[in-house]
């Protein structure tokens, strides 16, 4: 019973296409992350939700939206996809607070051709 | 503003040697520390992490951390090294409330047989 699963695991798609990852925890937590790693394993947030509202927002390309339904899903949408965008991304949940553990999803890497 | 830095992006010892991963950070305030370890193709996971209290942390997998508020530093040590702790190592840290959490650069860990 997977505690944090994002899907797909892989993505390959073309420059110019829409693509759209899932993430999904059943732990119950408040708070969720979408993390990108490029390819020298570099990680960094992108988007902080905590009971479905935004928190965290770095400096993303609006190209990048996130959605998050419920407190349980928070789902992340790629328009106009770049070669640029090429990485593996993370879902991630914790509760709420500082100096929480992060849970992290197997992540989700992205081709982009 | 918080940052992290890793000392050393490969580090190889051999099986059954000491294993010490470097990490400094930079903080305003007080500090929460964390060691991730993300094995290939896998999302990361918690080894152990510092919010208050005893300055020497136990984590799983026999890994401890010493924070040391006067050096800056959160080293990651392991008595003896076993094949099974080759992967990717990330140290993090955060300050706030709703957290964000910045990571080093991570440190890759060979063991030689």
């Known amino acids: 019973d997977t505690a944090v699963s994002q899907t797909p695991k892989y993505l390959v798609t073309q420059m110019g296409n829409d693509k759209s990852i899932k993430c999904e925890q059943n732990?119950?937590?408040?708070?969720m992350y979408w993390y990108k790693q490029d390819s020298k394993k570099f990680l960094k947030i992108m988007f902080s939700?905590?009971?479905?509202?935004?928190?965290i927002n770095e400096t993303v390309p609006n190209r990048f939206s996130p959605k998050s339904p419920d407190k349980a899903h928070l789902n992340l949408h790629i328009n106009s996809l770049e070669l640029g965008d090429s990485a593996v991304y993370f879902c991630?949940?914790?509760?709420?607070?500082?100096?929480?553990?992060?849970?992290f999803g197997s992540g989700t890497q992205l081709s982009v051709l | 503003a918080q940052s992290v830095t890793q000392l050393g992006s490969h580090v190889s010892v051999s099986e059954g040697a000491l294993v010490l991963l470097r990490c400094n950070y930079s903080?305003?305030?007080?500090?929460?520390l964390f060691w991730y370890v993300q094995y290939p193709n896998q999302g990361l996971q918690l080894l152990l992490k510092?919010?208050?209290?005893?300055?020497l942390v136990k984590g799983i997998n026999g890994f401890e951390a010493e924070f040391k508020k006067s050096e800056t530093s959160f080293h990651l040590t392991k008595p003896s090294a076993h094949m099974s702790d080759a992967a990717e190592y990330f140290c993090?840290?955060?300050?706030?409330?709703?957290?964000?959490?910045?990571f080093g650069t991570g440190t890759k860990l060979q063991v030689i047989p």
């Open positions: 991630a949940s914790s509760q709420e607070g500082a100096g929480k553990k992060l849970f």
């Open positions: 732990l119950g937590h408040d708070t």
């Open positions: 939700y905590n009971n479905k509202e935004l928190i």
């Open positions: 903080s305003s305030v007080p500090p929460y």
């Open positions: 510092y919010t208050t209290g005893a300055t």
């Open positions: 993090a840290v955060t300050t706030g409330g709703y957290q964000k959490v910045t």
